[in-house]
Every structure is written in structure tokens, then in C-alpha cells.
């Protein structure tokens, strides 16, 4: 799996391009369209994931789904993932887990040294804490990739979760 980020818009959002046997998706295409455009165009990309509609993570949506002719989808041909329910940022906060690449991406769910705001429009701390003992029961070794910021992995932010409550 070749995995390049893409960061974008005025709050820094990551959106990355993921690649494996030679098809590619998008998660969370945030802003500048025309810059992700510029990373994917010469790649197959099959389509797009959203870990959550907030607008810093679906800006160039539509403009994405234009150019390369591709539908937000929860399943993507060639491409093994689960799809974890993790609310708590937001009521539709999903995690996308690519158990054959143990790597997690997260959206605005889990950062390094931190997890997703509760206080916004459906943010709830209840659903906030059932996510992380949901998430706890993964493997440590996972690298997670959040919606902003560097990458971390699963064990150590597991570390850290009895100081967020």
C-alpha cells in the first residue's frame, strides 16, 4: 500500500491518496480539489471515503467525484477494509481499518497525543469514550492516520486514553 498525503485547506486537513494493486481511492478530499487532482490524476482512482462530513473533510467532494467520475461509497472494489463506527467527534464518525496494511484511518476520531473535539454539532463524550474501548480492542501495532496532523500508532495512543476522560 502506497499511502501520500495531501494536506489542505485552512485548518490543515489531511486527505489522502492510497494506492494498492494499482487502484487508488481517496479519503476525505477537504479543499483545493485542483491540488489532490494534481497528486491522483495519473493514478486509477476507483473512489472515495469520508470518515466524516465535516466541511474541512468533504470540500472538494464534489469536484473530486466530477473529475475522476467516482461516487462517495462504503465499499470499494479491490480494496479490503472494515469500517468501524467511532462517533463521539461527530454521530456519523466512521474509521476505515485496512487489517492486510495495519493501518487506521481515523479522520478526526483519534490524533497523535489527542482525540476528535466532542462539543461540536453531534459531538457526544458518551460515544466519545464507547469509541476508544471499541477501538482498544485492535492491534496495537496499527498506524493510525488522522484527519490533521502526523501519524501514530494504535498502542501508543491506547496509552493515553485514561488521561482524555
Known sequence: MIIDKVVVGPLAENCYIVTKNEKTIIIDPGDEGQKIIDVAKDKNVVGV??????FDHIGALKNI???????ESKEI???NYEIIKTPGH????VSYYFPEDKVL?????????????TDLPTGNDMEMQKSLELISKYPDDIVVYPGHGETTTLGYEKENFKYYY
Open 49 to 54: 471515503l469520508i470518515t466524516h462530513h465535516h
Open 65 to 71: 467525484e466530477k473529475y475522476f467520475n467516482i461516487k
Open 77 to 79: 472494489e479491490g480494496f
Open 90 to 93: 461527530t454521530s456519523d464518525s
Open 105 to 117: 484511518f481515523a479522520g478526526d476520531f483519534l490524533f497523535l497525543n489527542s482525540i476528535g473535539r
